[in-house]
C-alpha cells in the first residue's frame, strides 16, 4: 500500500469545494456520471482500433444505493485505470486544478460551472460524500486493479484491489448533511435533471430499471422520425406544455459539432420569454438552460434542446462570452431558424399564414433585435388583414394600387373600436391590415427606417383616403341669411357649439352616408406621444403632447344635414348642441376610450336625447 500528500497549497478540499459550490451540490452526480459515460466511450474507441484484447462488456452504468452502509456507488464498464493513471489524472491534474481554481475565483461568487472546466468534476464528489473511494481495474494486459481512497484532505491512500472486471467504481461515503442521496427518488430525480439522455443505460441496482433514453432523438436522422416522435420527445422535454407549432432538427458537422431541435411552441401570449427554454447539452450531458451566450436572446421563446459537443462540459459565462466558436454556432442557429422560416413562406405558404397569427411576435421580435435576421426575413413578413387574408406588403401593394399613394399601408391598431373606419375602407374595397400586438407598436417605425421608407404605415384613423371621398361638390349657400355656405355653415355650427376645444374641423362629402363624422389623428405626433408614453422617462410629458385631432365632418350624412335645418330654426338652441357634442363623441368612441369624465357626459347627454326623442308627436297626440 502506497499513502502519500500531494503539495498543494490548500490544506483541505473540503471545506474549498463545499464553500463554493454547495448550493450546486448535485451536480456531482453528472460529473461522475459523465465520467463514466467517458471511460465507456473510450474503451469503445480503443476497442475498434484493436488495443482492447479481453472482450469488451455490454456498456452500463450502475448506481447502488446502500442505505446501511450509507453509500452510493457508481460504477461503469469503462477502460478503468491503472494505479498510475490514478496518481497520474486523479491527484495530480486535479490538484493543478484546483490551484488554478483557486487563483481565479479567490473572490468570486460565479463559480456554479466552473469545477469541471478546471478539471475538478471529480472532486465534485467531496461536495456530498466525506470520504471517496476508487475501486478500478484497467483495460491494459497484465493490469492489476486499483483502490484509492480520500477523506477530503490532501492525504490519498492507493492500494492493490482484488476487483476482477474491467471498470471502475466510484464509492462514495455520503455525509450526513446529505443523506438524500441515499435515496432512490432522489438520485432517480437528478439523473432525469442532469443525465436523462446520457448515451450509455444507467441502472438502478437493485431494480435494473434504466433511467435514461440513450438515443434521444436529436441524435437520430430526421428520416426515421416522424412528427408524432417530435411531439412526444417534446412533452418529455416540457410535460405539460401546448404542443409545439412545428420545430427545426439541427445537425452540422462543420465548421463545429451541433446537434439539436428547436420547437417553436405556441405562445400563450406575446413576448412571453418565460415559456422559452433551450437547454443546452454537451455530448447528451446536459449543461444548462438558456445559455445566453450561445442562443440569441430573441431564440429563447424557442423550446428545444441543443447539443454541442466542441464545448466543455462545464463551461463558464466568461468562456462563453470569449469564445469565438460560441458566437459562430448562435449565428448558426439564427440562420438555421431564417432558413426554416422563410423556406416555409416559400414552400408551405399555407401552413406558414397558418402559424402567422402565433409566430409574427418572434419574427417581429428577431428583426427588432438581429439585423442579419431583419435582412433574411424581411421578405417573408406577412399582414393579416381585417378579413383575416394573410398578405405580403408586395400583395397589399398590388391590391390597393389606385386607392392609395404606393407603398402606403392602412393599419388598424385596434379593430374593435376602429370598427367604423374599417367598414367605411371595407365598403370602397380597400384592404386594411391588423396591427394590433404591442410589439407591432415598435416594429412598425423600425421596419419603415429599415426598409429605406419604401413603406409608409398609416394608422386608419390617421388619414383620409381620397378614394372614400366623392369629388369636390359646388359649396351652395344655404343661410341666406349670412350668406353662409353648407361648409361654412357646418363648420361654424360645429365650432360654436363643440365643448371639447381642442381639435380642427374639416367638412366633407364621404361617398358613404352612414358616419356622420370621423376622428383623425396625425400619424407622427401620435407616434411620438405612443413613444413617449412606453419610455418610463417620457412618460410624463405624453399627457401634455399635442395629439392634432381633426373632426371631420361628413356633409351628406343625413344626420347632418338634419343639424343644419335645426341650426336654422329658431330656439332648438339646446338641441343642436346636444347633437353636436353627441356626434362627436360617437368618433371619439370609434377610435378609442373615454376617460371617466367623458363617459359621464355621454350617459348624461344619451338619456337627455331619449328624454325628447318624439316629444313632439306625442304632445301632439294627446
Ligand atoms: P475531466 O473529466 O474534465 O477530465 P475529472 O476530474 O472529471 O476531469 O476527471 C479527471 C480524470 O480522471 C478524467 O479525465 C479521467 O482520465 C479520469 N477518470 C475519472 N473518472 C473515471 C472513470 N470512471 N473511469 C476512468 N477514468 C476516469
Ligand atoms: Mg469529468
Known amino acids: 500500500m502506497e499513502a502519500g500528500h500531494i503539495s498543494i497549497h490548500a490544506e483541505n478540499i473540503l471545506p474549498i469545494i463545499k464553500r463554493w459550490l454547495y448550493s450546486e451540490k448535485e451536480i456531482y ?58 496518481k497520474k489524472y486523479i491527484n495530480q491534474v486535479a490538484f493543478s486544478g484546483l490551484h488554478d481554481f483557486l487563483d481565479k475565483y479567490k473572490d468570486k461568487d460565479d463559480s456554479q460551472q466552473v469545477i469541471g472546466h478546471f478539471g475538478l468534476g471529480f472532486y465534485s464528489s467531496f461536495m456530498v460524500a466525506s470520504k471517496v473511494e476508487i475501486d478500478t481495474l484497467s483495460y491494459k494486459e497484465g493490469a492489476v486493479a486499483a483502490r484509492w481512497s480520500c477523506d477530503g484532505s490532501t492525504a490519498f491512500e492507493l492500494s492493490e484491489s482484488d476487483r476482477k472486471e474491467v471498470g471502475t467504481s466510484i464509492i462514495l461515503h455520503i455525509g450526513d448533511d446529505s443523506a438524500e442521496m441515499l435515496e432512490s427518488e432522489t438520485i432517480k430525480g437528478l439523473i432525469h435533471r442532469y443525465c436523462a439522455f446520457i448515451r450509455y443505460p444507467i441502472k438502478l441496482a437493485d431494480s435494473g430499471e434504466v433511467l435514461n433514453e440513450t438515443r434521444p432523438l436529436w441524435t437520430r436522422s430526421p428520416t426515421e422520425l416522424n412528427d408524432k416522435d417530435y411531439i412526444d420527445f417534446f412533452q418529455k422535454l416540457f410535460p405539460g406544455s401546448p404542443d409545439p407549432l412545428f420545430w427545426i432538427h ?4 462543420y465548421p463545429f459539432n451541433l446537434k439539436g431541435v428547436l420547437y417553436f411552441p405556441k405562445l400563450k401570449h406575446e413576448l412571453d420569454a418565460s415559456q422559452g427554454e433551450v437547454k443546452l447539452y454537451c455530448n447528451q450531458v446536459y449543461v ?116 392609395v399613394e404606393d407603398g402606403t399601408v392602412i393599419y388598424a391598431s385596434d379593430p374593435k373600436a376602429q370598427v367604423s373606419y374599417l367598414r367605411l375602407l371595407k365598403e370602397e374595397g380597400m384592404e386594411v391590415v391588423i396591427a394590433d400586438t404591442m410589439i407591432d407598436q415598435h416594429f412598425i417605425p423600425y421596419f419603415e427606417m429599415q426598409t429605406g421608407r419604401k413603406w409608409k404605415f398609416k394608422r386608419i384613423d390617421s388619414d383620409l383616403s381620397e378614394h372614400l371621398l366623392e369629388g369636390a361638390k359646388p359649396d351652395i349657400v344655404v343661410d341666406a341669411k349670412d350668406k353662409a355656405t353648407t361648409t361654412e355653415k357646418i363648420d361654424k355650427v360645429f365650432r360654436d357649439n363643440l365643448d371639447q376645444q381642442q381639435v380642427k374641423i374639416r367638412v366633407e362629402s364621404f361617398k358613404s352616408d352612414k358616419v356622420p363624422a370621423m376622428l383623425l389623428i396625425d400619424e407622427n405626433a401620435r407616434r411620438l406621444k ?21 373632426l371631420v365632418v361628413n356633409q351628406n350624412s343625413p344626420a347632418i344635414k338634419n343639424l343644419i335645418k335645426l341650426s336654422q330654426t329658431f330656439n332648438r338652441h339646446e338641441e343642436v348642441k346636444l347633437m353636436v357634442n353627441q356626434i362627436f363623441d360617437l368618433a371619439w368612441l370609434q377610435q378609442g376610450e373615454f376617460s371617466a369624465e367623458m363617459m359621464q357626459s355621454f350617459i348624461d347627454r344619451s338619456a337627455a336625447i331619449l328624454g325628447r326623442l318624439g316629444v313632439s308627436d306625442v304632445l301632439l297626440a294627446q
Not at 50 to 67: C, F, Q, R, S
Request: hydrophobic fraction near 40%.
Open 29 to 86: 452526480i453528472r460529473e461522475l456520471v459523465s465520467n463514466a459515460a467517458d471511460a465507456i466511450l473510450k474503451l469503445q474507441k480503443l476497442s475498434l482500433l484493436g488495443e482492447v484484447k479481453t472482450e469488451v462488456p455490454d456498456a452500463a452504468i450502475t448506481l447502488t444505493i446502500d442505505k446501511p452502509g450509507k453509500r452510493l456507488i457508481i460504477s461503469d464498464t469503462g477502460l478503468g485505470m491503472t494505479a498510475d493513471e490514478i
Open 250 to 253: 439541427l445537425n452540422v458537422d
Open 288 to 403: 444548462a438552460d438558456n445559455t445566453k451566450e450561445l442562443i440569441p436572446e430573441f431564440l429563447t421563446l424557442l423550446k428545444g434542446v441543443i447539443d454541442c459537443p466542441d464545448l466543455p462540459l462545464n463551461v463558464s459565462r466568461s468562456y462563453l462570452q470569449n469564445d469565438p466558436t460560441v458566437r459562430k454556432i448562435s449565428e448558426h442557429i439564427t440562420k438555421k431558424v431564417a432558413d426554416k422560416l422563410s423556406g416555409m413562406a416559400k414552400t408551405e405558404r399555407e401552413t406558414y399564414a397558418k402559424f402567422w397569427d402565433d409566430i409574427h411576435p418572434f419574427i417581429k421580435f428577431g428583426m427588432l433585435r438581429d439585423h442579419k435576421f431583419f435582412e433574411r426575413m424581411q421578405d417573408y413578413l406577412l399582414f393579416k388583414t381585417a378579413d383575416g387574408e394573410h398578405l405580403t406588403l408586395d400583395q397589399y401593394k398590388e391590391k390597393m394600387t389606385g386607392k
Open 530 to 550: 405612443d413613444m413617449a408614453r412606453s419610455n418610463g422617462a417620457m412618460a410624463a410629458f405624453a399627457v401634455g403632447m399635442p395629439e392634432e385631432r381633426t
